[in-house]
């Protein structure tokens, strides 16, 4: 199958190449991949930010459709839509009985490149291939556990359902799982790429009644002022913290990094109020560390806390957010404002580091609608 392939850690460049995926074996499934965004989590691997094993399969935020059932997968039938999670829970390690999935010592999010058995299932002319962030999905086809994909309502169209499998479940579950945000509460969110428009949509559900919204990016502070924002400030001309404070006389309840960098971590502890919730959801460089004065908040009873895409767990999770989608509530459409065929996924990688658009999709069958695929989606 043709597959994106990163061949070096700090190579800008990925290579589409021929790539042999096994069999889905007992409890798994295999699925054709229709859409595949681009994350920049990707970006990080590529340009050496975070580490990868390579050659590594990038992709991690897909949607497609079951194509082949391994012995013992009952859940899912052939001809299902499903949304893939990176981050599938086992359901009997000592957080998944806890009821907290999104830390799973099995996820193959935690394990990275292989799947928790330590395998792959891909290779490239008899040598090992890695799996990226776990799944491995800007390619033809992915064999994942059954439990990795959830099945749809066929109305969403699989060009916007991909995006939940990352950006989406972790900036709304950022703002409902992490922070629990309250109807009424004070938001504040760094960074408004597909991460960071998912936390203003969050909080919008979950009621908050002032988002604000910092971005360099011009384009991008209007699209979250369509999606919930309520301000917005250009961090490069304003001081955030001072502007967090001027709003709320308090500072904000909550403070999101989405961008993934210890300043703005820092900063966000600076603009909530005390007992205030800073949360950690940018990916930042491995070598940041953040400095926190103890005594104050030992004092102002802040709260600092991280989360791995959302604290979501997908059966649970994707079903709900497909639902707020279906009721008008989760606005996907301005979050996916490119689509590309998988031949220009490098073209879709400086997309993200341009700034350009919000979220690229890479359309992995090269057709408008993914209509190639064995079953046609129902738009
Ligand atoms: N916690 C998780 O599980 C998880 C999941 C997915 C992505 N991530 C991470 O979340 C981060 C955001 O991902 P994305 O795909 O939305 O990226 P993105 O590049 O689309 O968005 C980042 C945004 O931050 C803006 N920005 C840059 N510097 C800023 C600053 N000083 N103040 C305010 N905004 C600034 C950029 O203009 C851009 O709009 C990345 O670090 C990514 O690795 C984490
Ligand atoms: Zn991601
Ligand atoms: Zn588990």
């Known amino acids: 199958m043709r597959a994106a392939v990163l061949e070096q850690a700090g190579a800008p460049m990925i290579v589409v190449d021929d790539v042999e995926l096994d069999d889905p074996g007992r409890g798994e499934v295999r699925v054709d991949i229709a859409w595949c965004g681009v994350c920049h989590s ?35 039938a052939v001809g299902d839509h499903v949304i893939l999670s990176p981050n599938a829970a086992c359901g009997h390690c000592y957080w998944c009985v806890r009821g907290e999935h999104s830390s799973c010592a099995n996820s193959a999010a935690i394990a990275m490149s292989m799947l928790p058995d330590g395998s792959t299932r891909l290779s490239r002319r008899g040598e090992v291939v890695y799996r990226g962030l776990g799944l491995a999905a800007m390619a033809e086809q992915v064999v994942v556990a059954e439990s990795a994909a959830i099945r749809i309502d066929r109305d969403l169209p699989l060009d916007l359902a991909c995006i939940i499998g990352c950006a989406v479940q972790t900036g709304v579950g950022a703002a409902l799982h992490a922070a629990k945000v309250r109807p009424g509460d004070s938001v504040l969110v760094m960074g408004a790429g597909g991460i960071g428009l998912s936390v203003v949509q969050g909080a919008r559900i979950a009621g908050a009644t002032r988002i604000l919204v910092s971005d360099p990016v011009e384009a991008r502070r209007t699209t979250a002022l369509g999606v919930g924002a309520t301000d917005v400030v250009d961090p490069s001309i304003d001081d955030i913290v001072s502007e967090c404070h001027r709003l709320t006389g ?42 926190i004065h103890v005594v104050t908040a030992m004092f102002t009873e802040k709260r600092i806390v991280g989360t791995l895409l959302g604290g979501c767990h997908a059966p649970r999770d994707f079903p709900r957010l497909v639902a707020l989608w279906q009721r008008g509530m989760l606005d996907l459409e301005a979050m ?30 090269n057709s408008p609608n993914g209509l190639s695929l064995g079953v046609p989606p129902i738009h």
């Open 42 to 76: 990707d970006v990080s691997q590529v340009d050496g930010v975070h580490p990868a094993i390579t050659p590594t399969v990038l992709g991690h935020e897909a949607a497609g459709i079951v194509v082949e059932l391994g012995p013992g997968a009952t859940q899912l």
């Open 336 to 365: 996916v404002t490119a689509r590309r065929p998988l031949s220009e996924v490098n073209e879709a990688m400086g997309d993200m580091r341009s700034g350009r658009g919000v979220r690229t999709v890479l359309d992995i069958r």
């Open 250 to 291: 308090v500072g904000v309840d909550h403070a999101f990094d989405a961008v993934g960098s210890a300043a703005l971590v820092e900063a966000g502890i600076a603009a909530t109020r005390h007992g205030g919730t800073t949360v950690m959801v940018g990916a930042a460089p491995v070598d940041h560390e953040a400095r």
